[in-house]
């Protein structure tokens, strides 16, 4: 004989309330955390405004200087990194939404 659910909210046996409550805040706390992260970029901007100005003058100004070989060179080495980071970063994002997909199909 199976054991019931007490959780009342429709989840499988063996989940605790305590569980569906940490998803629960899970799901209001991770959209949270993104917007209080944008608002703090961009009250950032705003504070700090005549710094960021004054230093992306002076990086244009040395850039200028080097030539346009040494644009060349470091545009190369920004779409590296670039490239580099994101052949990094996606296996883990696969992991991550396979597990996901696991998890949904287990529950």
Not at 48 to 70: A, H, M
Request: proline share 4%.
């Amino acid at each position: 004989m199976e054991q019931a659910s007490t959780s009342g909210n429709g989840a499988s046996p063996g989940v605790d309330d305590a569980d569906a409550d940490v998803a629960k805040w899970t799901a209001y706390l991770a959209p949270a955390a993104v917007v209080i992260g944008l608002g703090l970029l961009v009250g950032g901007g705003f504070v700090f405004k005549g710094q960021l100005k004054e230093f992306i003058d002076y990086f244009v100004e040395v850039v200028d200087t080097w030539g346009p070989l040494r644009c060349t060179q470091l545009q190369g080495k920004l779409c590296a990194k670039t490239v580099t980071a994101c052949a990094g970063i996606l296996p883990h994002l696969l992991a991550l939404l396979r597990n996901d997909c696991l998890m949904f199909i287990i529950s």
